[in-house]
């Protein structure tokens, strides 16, 4: 501890034996850093918030805006595009020395850098330019940052109000021109189509529709199947009905009741027959064994016994021949779906490749009638998209906060930078001062020579001065306290300077 506060008093001691050597570097030091500070031009930032609604109830009851958040992007990008720069480089004090196009890349290129634009909320903007040309005074600067922000403002306003209509005129006179294109196209398409159609009728519509003839054909036939069999098995039905009832009804007289019992019997036969029963059934073979002695009694019963008609069997036989008729039209249905089946099957077997044209035909007019419809509903949209920004336009505009003329520069901070010159000035005395020391072999303390030398040191002489040594002195020191404060009151003046030049720009 004690080596560390001897070299701190040796290298006290060291830069005050050389005060004035550090204050000559101070003031050399100051006066190039303020000279420095004082060629950098003042800059000027000017700022703006302005509001840009993009909602609106028609609009998005429509679905034709074009995006809330798209349009908010697009904003950020057109608001600093390369063209409005130039714009704005062209209608203010910025294009004066403009005369190529080098030098119109250079101003825009400048520009962009000093033009932000920042978004504090989704429709709130806060745009701001900063202008600091050394050709130029401070109010000037001012005037032509409040110019630059002023005219991005105007560019922008101008561009989506005027701008936004004559986008979707553009967009609706080409959409027109692509449905021109595409109707022709569709044209001729159906033209191919129809000829085609005429030559080969069976494949209208492609191998798709031939695949759904095919299913339709074979859904029917089943259909078909099934209603016939149906009236098949009903038809049976009604036959064996008929077979057991008697065409008439005999009324039996004294002795005419032979003839009827026999017409019962047979009836009785009939529906046994019908049930199943073989010949060899016991009932079948007593019912025959009746059967046969009634017809010898009916033989010699009397002629003239009469009977009536039996109604029900005339009924029977009406609905017989009307679920005859019906088989007969569905095995008739099922032949002609049976007969059209093959012939597709042989269409598309027998013609390959054209059923491919079929399906290639087909298929390339669906695809252009689909493009001309949707390119159809997209002109649609777009003119009511015109009408709605002609009658309600869903762009708002409203400045917030106009661009003001700034009154004090936003950059260099020129009070800072005048304190800190002075701080490094006097840095760059105390550091000559003290490298001056080391390079000459002296001794401030007689510690710092007795490690030097390793030996004893055995005293030190003091430095005795005469009164008028200590006068000259006394003098000297207040010469470099007045150089030291001169300085410091330097300083203060510049900074005065600096302030009054701000209070004075319009």
Known sequence: MNEVFEDLR???????????????????????????????????????????????????????????EREITRIRQTLTSSVNLQKVVRSTRLGEEVTTQTDMEN?????????????????????????????????????????????????????????????????IVFLDQQLEERK?????????????????????????????KRQMLRSDLRDVEADLAAAQGSLAAINGQIASTPRTIVTPGAAGGARGALAEARGRL????????????????????????LKTQAANENPNVTGTPNPAYSSLVSIRTERQANVQALSSRRAALQA??????????????????????????????????????????????????????????????????PQKPSAPNRPLLLI?????????????????????????????????????????????????ARDLRAKRMKYFFGGTAALGGLCVILLAVEFVQRGMVA
């Open 10 to 68: 040796a290298a006290v001691f060291s830069v005050w034996q050389r005060r004035w050597l550090a204050l000559a570097v101070a003031w050399g030091v100051c006066l190039a850093g303020w000279l420095v500070v004082a060629l950098i031009p003042n800059s000027y930032e000017s700022e703006a918030r302005i509001y840009v609604q993009l909602d609106d109830v028609l609009a998005d009851q429509l679905k034709i805006a074009g995006g809330t």
């Open 107 to 171: 101003a825009i290129a400048g520009l962009t850098e000093n033009v932000t634009v920042r978004s504090e909320e989704d429709n709130l903007f806060e745009l701001s330019a900063e202008i600091g040309r050394g050709d130029l005074s401070d109010s000037e600067n001012a005037k032509l940052a409040q110019s630059v922000v002023q005219k991005l403002i105007d560019i922008f306003r101008e561009e989506n109000l005027a701008g936004n209509r004559g986008d979707v005129a553009e967009t």
């Open 184 to 212: 022709r196209e569709l044209e001729a398409a159906e033209q191919r189509r129809l000829a085609f159609e005429a030559e080969n009728p069976d494949l209208v519509g492609g191998t798709g529709t031939l695949s759904n």
């Open 270 to 293: 009939a529906t046994l027959q019908a049930r199943g029963m073989t010949d060899s059934h016991p009932d079948i073979v007593a019912l025959n064994k009746q059967i046969d002695l």
């Open 340 to 405: 059209e089946m093959a012939s597709l099957m042989a269409s598309q077997a027998n013609e390959p490749a054209v059923a491919a044209e079929a399906n290639r035909i087909s298929r390339d007019y669906q695809v252009l009638k689909d493009n001309y419809d949707r390119l159809l509903q997209d002109r649609e949209d777009m003119k009511l998209r015109g009408q709605v920004e002609n009658e309600r336009s869903s762009f708002k505009f409203e400045v917030i906060d106009p661009p003001t003329t």
């Open 420 to 468: 800190g010159v002075l701080f490094a000035g006097i840095a760059a005395g105390i550091g000559a001062a003290f490298a001056i020391g080391l390079l000459r072999s002296t001794f401030a303390t007689t510690a710092k020579l007795e490690r030097a030398l390793d030996l004893p040191v055995l005293g030190a002489i003091s430095n005795t001065m005469t009164d008028a």
